[in-house]
């Protein structure tokens, strides 16, 4: 049996963990033991397996409450339980509240098998996006895990045909997420078609959507198919819904809730077959308090909702991410680049990236551009980012830096009288006068400089 998916087997009894790997190793499957739910708690921080069985019964953490755990944070996960004939009861009860199934203990190899190739069945299947044949997601360039568990429930999502609203920082790629969606589903050879509807003026939004009759309005020579139509049979994404005028709002509902639209000017209707992935990075709850979104048009969009994160949430993917741009961008402008010196990634890793996805690769395209060398260094970096050069200093270097600075600025308050300076710093005299040869600072310039403060300058002397 060939098989990519990866189980993780979660048991404090050693020798369980060993037989139940060898068995489903022999079945062609990736396993992965963990010995307590808190050690599977860091694995899943890690990694994404297709499936986890676990004991019930544990030291420290149970069965139950690791599902508890992974149920709020990963819900496409399935689980099965491992459970002794005396705790059956409570392996039901599991299943009533979201567990995928159990077996009892010892367990029946087909039996085992055959659960375990159910749960799989209705789980998403491993998404790395090396693995070349995961192509409806090549282009999401990712090794966070927080990543890939989105694009396990992408793929689930994508199935089916119900609604999906992406959330997420401008930058992140919802875009490229929605694309992931079309072309995963059943609609994959039929059009996707991306809206920006906060890029479009609002009097050109609503024809741009709907289209247009000849004659609706000055200007309006032909006809004209709106994206509505264009779309047929595909999927339609709405970029920045957020910024949607109401009026639209309400002619956007009556599409999704009709199947129907109506061209500007024209008194026909036309039926549609079209998927609706929309994107905004507003947090729609408050608007509709605000009274500038649709409460009914949200619940029909946020049917599924994904939130996409941002860069500075994945730092692991930055040096993944900055090599792809990299390589892109030095065949385009054809430059003998080899990679970045190790303070420029430094750089790039721990840069805030309020623009995400899309600042990263202008920055990268900008460095590259202007670099004069094979490996790009950090003050093109810097530039690029627009930030000050100096990296983050370590927290020694910080605390150094700080007790200096308060060290000086005591003695300029007590103008350079030592004891006095030790009594606000709540230090002895000894203790202080180390503290002053540690940074070399001597006390008696605070003195001086303070008596010739107070000397009358000359020009104003009878």
């Given amino acids: 049996m060939e098989t990519n998916s990866k189980i993780l087997l979660v048991d404090d009894d050693q020798d369980l963990l060993k037989l139940l790997s060898i068995r489903l190793n022999s079945a062609g499957y990736e396993i992965d033991t963990v010995n307590s739910a808190e050690s599977a708690i860091n694995y899943l921080d890690l990694e994404r397996p297709q499936l986890v069985i676990s004991d019930i019964q544990m030291s420290g ?17 399935p689980v099965i339980i491992l459970t002794a004939h ?29 659960q375990v190739q159910k749960a799989l069945n209705n789980a998403p299947q491993a998404q790395e996006t090396e693995n070349a044949n995961a192509l409806w997601c090549k282009d999401i360039i990712t090794q966070s895990a927080d990543m890939k568990d989105i694009l396990n429930k992408a793929e689930l999502v994508a199935r089916g045909d119900a609604s999906v609203l992406l959330y997420g920082e401008s930058g992140v790629g919802k875009e490229l997420f929605a694309r992931a969606i079309h072309s995963a589903s059943n609609r994959y050879d039929k059009p996707f078609i991306a809206v920006n509807c906060s890029a479009i003026p609002e009097q050109l939004l609503e024809t741009e959507l709907f289209g247009h009759v000849k004659g609706a309005f000055t200007g309006a020579i032909r006809d004209h198919q709106g994206l509505f139509q264009l779309a047929e049979g595909g999927t339609l994404f709405l970029d920045e819904i957020g910024d949607m005028p109401l009026f639209l709002q309400v ?7 009709e199947k129907q639209i109506r061209p500007v000017g024209s008194a026909n209707t036309f039926t549609i077959n079209v998927r609706f992935i929309s994107a905004t990075h507003r947090d729609l709850r408050e608007e509709i308090a605000k009274g500038s979104f649709r409460e009914d048009l949200y619940y029909r969009l946020d049917v599924i909702s994904l939130k996409i994160p941002s860069l500075s949430q994945r730092r692991e993917d930055i040096p993944l991410l900055a090599n792809h741009f990299l390589e892109l961008f030095a065949n385009r402008y054809q430059r003998n680049i080899n990679g970045f010196s190790p303070d420029a990634m430094q750089t790039l890793i721990t840069a805030p990236w309020p623009g995400n ?69 709540k230090r002895n005299r000894t203790e202080f006068y180390k503290l002053l040869q540690r940074y070399q600072i001597d006390f008696s310039i605070y003195k001086t400089r303070v008596l010739e403060s107070h000397k009358e300058p000359i020009s104003t002397r009878n």
């Avoid at 599991?94 to 077996?103: M, N």
């Avoid at 200093?393 to 030592?418: C, P």
């Fill in 357 to 425: 996805v899309r600042q990263l690769m202008n920055v990268v395209e900008q460095s590259v551009v202007l670099s004069t060398t094979s490996l790009i260094p950090p003050t093109l970096v810097c530039d690029a980012i627009n930030m000050e050069t100096s990296q983050l200093a370590s927290f020694e270097e910080a605390k150094k830096q700080f007790e200096r600075d308060y060290l000086v600025r005591v003695l300029k308050i007590t103008s350079g009288n030592v004891t006095q300076a030790a009594r606000i710093a």
């Fill in 251 to 257: 002619k956007l509902l009556r599409a999704l809730q």
């Fill in 61 to 77: 953490m149970n069965g139950m409450a690791l599902f508890e755990h992974i149920n709020a944070k990963f819900p496409a996960l």
């Fill in 86 to 114: 005396g705790t059956i009861p409570d392996a039901v009860s599991a299943v009533q509240r979201g567990v995928f199934g159990y077996l009892t203990k010892p367990y029946d190899s087909k039996t085992l098998l055959a």
